[in-house]
């Protein structure tokens, strides 16, 4: 079964500092890498993808870096502040085919 | 106001009892997707509907049921043949599922069955 691998867990960050996550995957086909945010009780929301024909893609301070030949791409959050706290999900898909989740992570910025 | 709806919020139910889980959009979306979220899990995939009248399933389709006689619209029964059916059920949509498009979450619904 196609998998996304993510880590950590769970990540305390205090404010102003950046969040890490980190996701890895096998499938060499895939081709669409969006990151989902969800809040509690609520469903997720796209936050940010790319594809792998750029190796980082950038949105106010929200950052996914892309590692082709590795098979790993990240999401970075700057200057994380308390309402970022919320979990945070990678995902990946082939043209075509339904996305893969990771497993989630919950991220925690403490003020 | 566009985008997906799910209700309830949150539905108990006794073991041995099926339970219908209602989704509606007015995105105009072809496809929609149903989500079984567990803690560490992630969310998987239970079926999904690319377009009306037409499912497939998902990774974890035992023990579930859905139709989609409307384009509108994609219950789910969750029967009593599904094991472990306590679980944050979410329901999404997707202009189409044949392409790499964002898919636009409900709020879910919690169910616990005892």
């Known amino acids: 079964q196609q998998q996304v691998k993510q880590s950590p867990q769970s990540l305390i960050v205090q404010k102003g ?24 009780g609520k469903g997720p929301a796209l936050l940010i993808a790319i594809r792998p024909d750029v190796s980082e893609k950038k949105e106010g301070r929200f950052t996914i870096s892309f590692n082709k030949s590795a098979k790993q791409f ?23 085919n339904k996305l893969v989740f990771g497993a989630g992570t919950i991220l925690r910025v403490k003020s | 106001d566009g985008g997906i709806t799910q209700s309830p919020k949150y539905l108990f139910r006794k073991e041995g009892q099926n339970v219908t889980l209602s989704c509606e959009q007015n995105l105009n979306h072809d ?84």
């Not at chain 1, 890490?20 to 509690?40: G, K, L």
């Open chain 1, 17 to 40: 500092g950046i969040s890490i996550i980190n996701c890895a995957y096998e499938n060499t086909a895939f081709d669409y890498f969006p990151w989902y945010q969800q809040f509690p």
């Open chain 1, 74 to 96: 990240s999401l970075h959050i700057m200057d994380s502040q308390p309402g970022d706290s919320a979990t945070y999900f990678c995902a990946a898909s082939e043209y075509g």
């Open chain 2, 31 to 114: 496809a929609m997707y149903w989500y079984r979220q567990d803690p560490g899990q992630g969310l998987r995939l239970i079926y999904y509907s690319q377009i009306v009248n037409d499912f497939q399933k998902g990774d974890i389709a035992e023990g579930y049921s859905v139709s989609r006689e409307k384009k509108e619209s994609f219950p789910l029964t969750v029967t009593s043949a599904q094991k472990n059916p306590t679980a944050f059920y979410l329901c999404a949509s997707s202009i189409d599922a044949g392409g790499n498009y964002e898919q636009y979450f409900g709020p879910g619904t919690r169910l616990t069955v005892t």
